[in-house]
């Protein structure tokens, strides 16, 4: 049986046709569509901005790429990176002090601090995570959290540390030093006057930084006076606090604050060998460590450890919510402007939606 050629050639002569229309559909869905959502997701475009018509101006759109120094402004039709200075509108934006502004704002800025969560799976490694995980620092973009976790039958503290590369480390340093032994890791901030009166005392030292949950302790322990005796073990103060010896020296107390299953706080209390009620007793704190050498990189994280980093980054990018500071003019200048994160490693701001800073803000900013 012959084949009609010439019933076939009408056919494949519109093919390329069809292909041309189907691209042309496509591009057309993406790009005014419901495909532009898609495109924006991996900040490919941005949406809802006002993209450049012939005749107008460059829009005022910058977009920080999260942990980098790479900042690009928006020309209407693609991404192109500032390599030095621009003018966007009537302001003047310099890639550095500008750059600056999203650094501040994202790895500087002030959240909720403690802040607890817990995870699905509390198994991690073979140990029990059935207590919550507590953000308790966050310092040059890496944040550190403690949790507590049960093997055979003993709850041990673990700190974990989550850096900018959302790489996440463990704590390889024993918790708690009853003898007083590790001054890298204590420091004296109170003192116990004769009367048992706790007073905080100044830390010369700035760069300590200890746990919020220990900051909030100690602004609840200044103030108390100590029932002292010399023969117990425990001794009860008010609100929930306790001192228990520890050792069998005498001279070395530590807070723990509940009731029932008390809770063991990395606050100390040491006796002066003239005794408590003609001496002085110190009360030191145990701060967090950012020596590298102090922690073990974790790889690869398990489910468990992927759902601790999400949660933390989730805590992080609750400063979305509030408006960021941004400089231009040479730091002249400031402007409250909300902030988009796009793709999970972008900041993008559109300087026509910010207003002017505080007068104080700005005055800073000239200094």
């Not at 003192?191 to 100044?202: K, N, T």
């Not at 100590?226 to 306790?242: C, G, Q, R, T, V």
């Not at 003609?278 to 690869?300: L, W």
Request: net charge negative; charged share 25%.
């Amino acid at each position: 049986m012959k084949l009609n050629k010439k019933a076939e050639e009408p056919r494949t002569a519109y093919l390329p046709a069809l292909i041309a229309l189907f691209v042309l559909v496509i591009i057309f869905l993406f790009f005014f569509g419901p495909g532009r959502e898609i495109l924006d997701k991996f900040g490919i475009i941005i949406p809802n901005f006002n993209a450049t018509k012939t005749g107008e101006t460059t829009p005022e759109i910058l977009r920080y790429e999260i942990g980098t120094s790479n900042l690009a402004f928006y020309d209407g039709i693609q991404w192109v990176n500032l390599e030095d200075t621009i003018k966007l509108g009537d302001k003047k934006i310099d890639k550095f002090p500008s750059g600056w502004s999203f650094v501040t704002y994202y790895f500087y800025s002030e959240r909720e601090l403690p802040y607890s969560f817990e995870i699905n799976k509390q198994t991690i490694n073979g140990r029990d995570y059935k207590y919550p995980l507590i953000i308790e620092s966050f310092k040059d973009g890496s944040v550190y959290l403690r949790t507590f976790y049960t093997e055979r039958n003993t709850k041990i503290k673990r700190y974990f540390m989550i850096n900018k590369k959302d790489e996440i480390f463990e704590s390889n340093f024993e918790e708690g030093f009853s003898e007083l032994e590790e001054e890298d890791y204590l420091v004296n901030v109170a003192i116990a006057q004769r009367d048992g009166e706790i007073e905080l005392i100044s830390n010369e030292n700035k760069d300590v930084v200890f746990p919020s949950s220990t900051i909030n302790h100690l602004n609840n322990i200044v103030g108390l006076v100590i029932p002292f005796d010399p023969e117990a073990d425990w001794i009860y103060l008010p609100n929930e606090y306790s001192l228990k010896k520890q050792g069998s020296s005498g001279s070395i107390y530590r807070f723990y604050y509940g009731e029932g299953e008390e809770e063991a706080l990395d606050i100390y209390l040491k006796q002066h060998t003239t005794g408590f009620i003609v001496g002085v007793s110190y009360v030191y704190a145990q701060r967090i460590t950012f020596d590298e050498e102090d922690y073990e990189k974790i790889y690869p994280p398990s489910a468990s450890e992927q759902e601790i980093i999400s949660k933390v980054k989730e805590w992080h990018d609750s400063i979305l919510s509030q408006p960021m500071e941004f400089t231009y003019n040479n730091e002249g200048d400031c402007l409250l402007v909300p902030v988009e994160k796009k793709a999970n490693k972008y900041l993008v701001i559109d300087l026509t939606e910010g207003t002017p800073c505080p007068e104080e803000n700005q005055e800073q900013n000239e200094e």
